[in-house]
């Protein structure tokens, strides 16, 4: 992995007005700004004198501005440890000077709880992902992506592994202690290494909460905590149109494969394959998902459970298309993988189903395609078809 350093191109597109890029820490946004906006300004709130200049006076911002010279883009990184800010900033646009703000952010918990309304539409809203296989193109290699994940602040470290494991200590709890967003930060701590057990599983808060040894609703404030900092997501149950018996609960999964390895603590009792298997869905989930975010098409993610146990991993609906995924950590696949597919397909004809696997070769079986994942991932692009 010598060649891993040098400059990857992200396929986020760039917005032309002003836009809140929100990102899980270690996600590449201060990186991709900065690369992409070099004639800007740059204010970096992790910066402590620089966060008390704004935190005791907001308004500064104001004669920073007026005082720029030949640059009209204004960078505000970490927008979420000063919300005050955003009235600010929404005065500035409303001169309509021709500034462009670009305001990163790891959460907007802080934003959502001091009820800012994220500038009342005045900047849209774009989101970060780790890398997609497709901006490594060569680089890509999928047992690598498996072990350490596709975060480009693990991507670029000399030691992978020691920053994967220190990083839910550097940034997620530090985040949560810097928020104030829990009171007793040793059962937070304790639901993250539980929770990475939940990973590519149905939601189960009551049994969460039992291990935890807390209330449920504690949890439930937990996993809301997760996905305002963009550490976790769930996806629903697709509905449309149904005709069986389905599940009612979400499907949950860690923002980044890597990161879901360095939570999910292993003993002797656990299998190997099935953490295996638990890596391989969530890092199609992570591809599926920034597809999503960054297709200008509107498409959603959901998946399929029916109430007899029939599922299929990933349904991706929407203007683009209609697909219907199934995620198999095998070399070898057989009529029993494509069974959910095949019950899924006579329910919606409309659908292209394919199976992805740990396999080298195309191959159908019963009018199933089934493809390698690696190859599957590769050729995922924002704006073009899945498949």
Known sequence: MESKKRHIKRLLPLPKNSFFLFGPRGSGKSTWVKKNYPNSSCIDLLIPNILRTYSGNPEHLINYVHGLKGIKTVIIDEIQKVPELLSVIHFLIEEKKGFQFILTGSSARKLKRAGVDLLAGRAIKKSMHPFLASELQDLFQLDHALKYGMLPLIWDSDDQQEVLDSYVDLYI??????????????????????????????????????ECEVKRSMVDNFISILQDLLIASTIPIFTKRAKRMLISHSKFYLFDVGIFKAMRKTGILDSNSEIDGSALEGLVFQHLKTWCEYTKEKNALF?????????????????????????????????????????????????????????????????????????????????????
């Open 173 to 210: 709890l530090e985040e949560v202690q810097f928020e104030g967003l829990v009171r007793n930060l040793g059962n937070f701590s304790r639901f993250l290494s539980i929770i990475a057990f939940s990973h590519g599983s149905i939601l189960n808060l009551s049994n969460i909460a039992r």
């Open 303 to 387: 998946f399929w459970r029916t109430k007899s146990g029939v599922e299929v991993d990933f349904i991706v609906y929407g203007k683009s298309g209609f697909w219907a995924i199934e995620v198999k950590n095998n070399t070898k696949v057989s009529f029993k993988d494509v069974k959910g597919l095949i019950h899924f397909s006579e329910d919606y004809p409309e659908c292209t189903p394919i199976l992805l696997y740990r396999g080298n070769q195309r191959l159908k079986i019963k009018g199933i395609l089934c493809m390698p994942c690696d190859e599957f991932l590769k050729q995922i692009i924002p704006d073009q078809s899945l498949f």
